[in-house]
């Protein structure tokens, strides 16, 4: 079984589109059960996710150096990365592509992570029925407050 945080994770990369949502979801079970250890497989997913925030918005920089700190993290952790129902080959392939949209300064497109594992999958879109929103469709660009989301954000 995955753990609920991983699930909730990939629910909103795949449904909300809230990478800022997928940064606090999965750093809070990051600093439960891996504290500290910069290269965990979930720094990879939190970096990954964190990266296409910057690149929605348009800050390139920060996008660029994010998913080169992804690049770095995913061949100590393909082993890992595969237990967690996601073709970890098919994910540097993936980094690797949005690394080189960047670069070349691309308008932002929403990805799919490579989950190849079914079952995980039909975890990741009941979690979306059960919050209403569509499993695989592009962000909503015109959405403000999803696209700068740390500026809207009240931490209280």
């Known amino acids: 079984m995955y753990p609920k945080s991983y699930i909730e994770f990939l629910a909103h990369f795949h449904g909300t589109r809230d990478y800022f949502e997928c940064h606090e979801v999965l750093e809070e079970y990051w600093k439960e059960v891996e504290p500290g ?4 497989v979930w720094v990879l997913f939190i970096q990954f996710a964190v990266t296409l925030y910057h690149y929605r918005r348009g800050n390139l920089k920060g996008a660029l150096i994010l998913i080169n700190k992804t690049i770095e993290k995913l061949p100590s ?21 949005v690394k080189n949209n960047i670069e070349r300064k691309a308008p932002y497109k929403s990805v799919m992570l490579p989950i190849n594992e079914p079952e995980l999958q039909q975890y990741v879109k009941r979690i979306c029925i059960e919050w209403n929103v569509p499993y695989g469709q592009p962000s909503d660009l015109s959405d403000e407050k999803l ?4 500026i809207k954000w009240n931490r209280t």
């Not at 250890?37 to 965990?40: L, Q, T, V, Y």
């Not at 990365?81 to 592509?97: M, R």
């Not at 696209?147 to 740390?150: A, E, F, G, L, V």
């Open 77 to 97: 952790n393909y082993d890992r990365i595969y237990t967690l129902g996601i073709n970890a080959q098919e994910l540097h392939k993936l980094s690797t592509s």
């Open 147 to 150: 696209i700068h989301r740390h």
């Open 37 to 40: 250890c910069r290269n965990s």
